[in-house]
């Protein structure tokens, strides 16, 4: 089962993509764990990609397409895998799926977490993260025991930057221009399934289960 995640960032799915993995016993592939690997690893592709990260610049899409097909054919994919965070955008998309067509093989499902802009915006402004051991907490969903304070490490928790109302606007401003045609495409594919992402985290996850079958 090859499952693509759509949906705007804090949005939450990059939570179903992982629940879905352990569910389905299949890996959960983000474009930021390839790069990670792949610099790691020192492949040629990799170094490739550090050269432009290191320049402030964006990787181009036949280096990332590269990692992600060397990615999907490794023994752990051979039952299907599900994309977090690629494709961004429709050339993406499209070299995806002939890239895949080429292999005869194709995207089974693109899943959209559809989540409101104005319920991202407060989602994403209650987030506080502990920069002293990375925990994170929600001040509606998942308040620390005392306000302001690391339940783990008793730290001082912070807004970060890219969780300020500000930020997330523009994030969001480049998501619907650059990433939402991706919801067109795959419906034109006929495999895109949408689910309402403002429930409870367990009841969309169920909704993209009954979708995915037991």
Known sequence: MK????????????????????????PH??????????????TELGMKAKSYMDAGGLVPDEITIGMLLDR????????????DGFPRTIPQAESLTKALKEMGESIDYA?????????????????????????TYHIVYNAPAKEGVCDVCGQS??????????????RLQVYHEQTQPLIDYYKKEGVLAEVDGTKDMEEVFQAIVDILGA
Do not use: W
Not at 157 to 170: A, G, I, S
């Open 3 to 26: 499952i693509i995640m759509l949906g705007a960032p804090g949005a939450g799915k990059g939570t179903q993509a992982k629940k879905i993995a352990a569910k389905y016993q299949i």
């Open 29 to 42: 592939i983000s474009t930021g764990d390839i790069f990670r690997a792949n610099i790691k690893n020192g």
């Open 72 to 83: 999907i054919h490794e023994a752990d994919c051979q039952n299907g895998y599900v994309l």
């Open 111 to 135: 899943v959209n977490v559809d989540v409101p802009d104005e319920n991202i915006i407060n989602r994403m402004s209650g987030r506080r993260a502990c920069l002293g051991c990375g925990a």
């Open 157 to 170: 928790l912070v807004l970060r930057d890219d969780d300020k109302p500000e930020t997330v606007k523009k």
